[in-house]
């Protein structure tokens, strides 16, 4: 059985990833908690293997946080960046691995719009989170090509599953507590992947390296997911507000600065679509994802 290194096992992704990966991996993970094998801060300090590995499946990582100062947007590059390359210092003090897979973000693309994005397109990402992602991956391209590791690196669009993060996590909660609008009848649509769809990747990545997005082939509108969410929650679906209404009150939000439950930027997000392409990695791996609208489970 395969040594596997598992960074972010603590986290959502981790989680629901690392139980699906026991059969075939001997498991050991780093981060934070308590409950890994070895506790350690990577934006901080490198870790003291006492093993070498196989295959480092590097899920650690800062996200789901919009940045308040500078120093919340520095921390991103600390985490995500400097974490990363106090973990490759440490892998090559007892062995680098053969395989080393990096789950980046489509954040990269630093699109706010458009339709069936492929790896080809170049990576204008901005934000703080997406810079650092970019530069991790740059960092990441050189590091195995001069220690001869393969390496995968996966850029996964909105990731569902139990007691998901982010955006869907904060639809989820707005749905639940009666406070989610839904606008323009809810026709975007977005790229979303289920979390488990991760840990069928590993395997199918080993040896062969590159670099994938990763979602399911439904790309569901946002009224597609209402429709789920409301399903499990037993909730009727949200009223649906015209897209005049949504951007005067999005105008207001832009007056009352980050506490507005809706702004212009926010708006834009919600009414326009932004999907990416799969078809690389079906291609080339192989791989046949789930479909989220018939297997996404809240809890």
Not at 219 to 228: D, G, T
Request: proline share 5%.
């Amino acid at each position: 059985m395969e040594k596997l290194l598992f960074t972010g096992s603590s986290g959502f992704l981790g989680q629901n990833v690392k139980p699906l990966l026991l059969d075939k991996y001997d498991i050991s993970t780093v981060g934070r908690s308590e409950e890994c094998d070895y506790i350690v801060d990577l934006s901080m300090d490198e870790p003291r293997f006492k093993e070498s590995f196989d295959v480092v499946f590097h899920a650690a990582g800062k996200a789901h946080v919009i940045p308040k100062n500078q120093n919340e947007e520095d921390e991103f590059f600390l985490v995500n960046l400097t974490g990363t390359k106090n973990l490759c210092k440490s892998l090559e003090k007892i062995g680098v691995p053969k395989n080393f897979i990096y789950v980046s973000s489509v954040a990269v693309y630093g699109c706010e719009s458009g339709s069936d994005i492929d790896e080809s397109y170049p990576l204008k990402g901005k934000a703080p989170y997406a810079l650092s992602k970019i530069k991790t991956e740059k960092f990441l391209q050189s590091w195995c090509e001069k220690n001869n590791v393969c390496l995968s690196i996966l850029r996964p669009s909105l990731i569902a599953g139990p007691n998901a993060p982010g955006n869907l996590g904060s639809m989820v909660n707005g749905i639940k507590k009666g406070k989610y609008l839904s606008i323009a009848g809810g026709k975007a649509r977005k790229s979303v992947l289920m979390v488990q769809d991760i840990a069928k990747l590993v395997s199918l990545l080993e040896d062969k390296g590159g670099i994938y997005n990763v979602c399911d082939n439904t790309q569901p509108s946002f009224r597609e997911l209402e429709q789920v969410i409301c399903k499990q929650l037993d909730k009727k679906l949200p009223f649906s507000i015209p897209l005049y209404i949504a951007k005067f009150l999005a105008l207001i939000g832009d007056l009352l600065g980050s506490k507005a439950p809706i702004n212009s930027k926010r708006l834009l997000k919600i009414t326009e679509s932004l999907t990416f392409s799969n078809k690389k990695a079906c291609k080339e791996l192989g791989w046949c994802p789930l479909n989220v609208l018939e297997n996404y489970r809240i809890k």
